[in-house]
């Protein structure tokens, strides 16, 4: 897999509308979530995570073999970093192990940065952004690593 084709895929994958831009004014209209808060540290959340979500999903698009490890390790990640950032279960009802690893997976800077977005928490929200951009820009250069050797 070239460079071209990689920037390729990723400005593809960045042109399908993020859902959290659909699910956090429902969110607001349905059930009265405070966007006040938020209103321009929920979009720029939204689009960093989706770019850390797209930069990661590259690294395994340079390391996969076939299709079918693409997907496997694809599925495999996707659960692997929902569970253990504390995104589908509270890390208070996990093994403490658990609570100790969550800092190192993006989804637990995505949720704790969602979080600060809307309590308008500052200090939180940096931590987070800073989290997810220095994930982000690691990516490509593993990927550009792993194309090289």
């Known amino acids: 897999m070239t460079a071209g084709s990689l920037a390729g895929k990723a400005l593809a994958d960045r042109t399908v509308p993020d859902p959290t831009t659909v699910l956090f004014p ?10 006040t808060a938020g209103t321009r540290r929920l979009p720029l959340m939204a689009a960093l ?3 850390c979500v797209t930069a990661c999903g590259l690294v395994l698009g ?3 073999h076939s299709q079918g ?6 599925d ?12 589908l279960v509270p890390l208070t009802v996990l093994p403490h192990w658990v609570s100790t690893v969550a800092p190192a997976t993006p989804g637990y800077g995505a ?10 928490n ?7 952004t800073a989290v997810i951009t220095a ?7 593993v990927s550009a690593r792993a194309i090289r050797h």
């Open 49 to 51: 995570w989706a770019t």
């Open 26 to 35: 429902f969110a607001a209209a349905a059930f009265g979530f405070p966007l």
């Open 135 to 141: 994930i982000t820009a690691t990516a490509p250069l």
């Open 76 to 87: 495999i990640g996707a659960l692997t970093i929902t569970c253990l950032s504390g995104c």
């Open 122 to 128: 500052t200090a939180a929200y940096a931590h987070a």
């Open 69 to 74: 490890q693409l997907a496997a390790a694809s």
């Open 62 to 64: 340079v390391h996969a």
């Open 111 to 120: 949720l704790h940065g969602f979080q600060a977005a809307v309590t308008g």
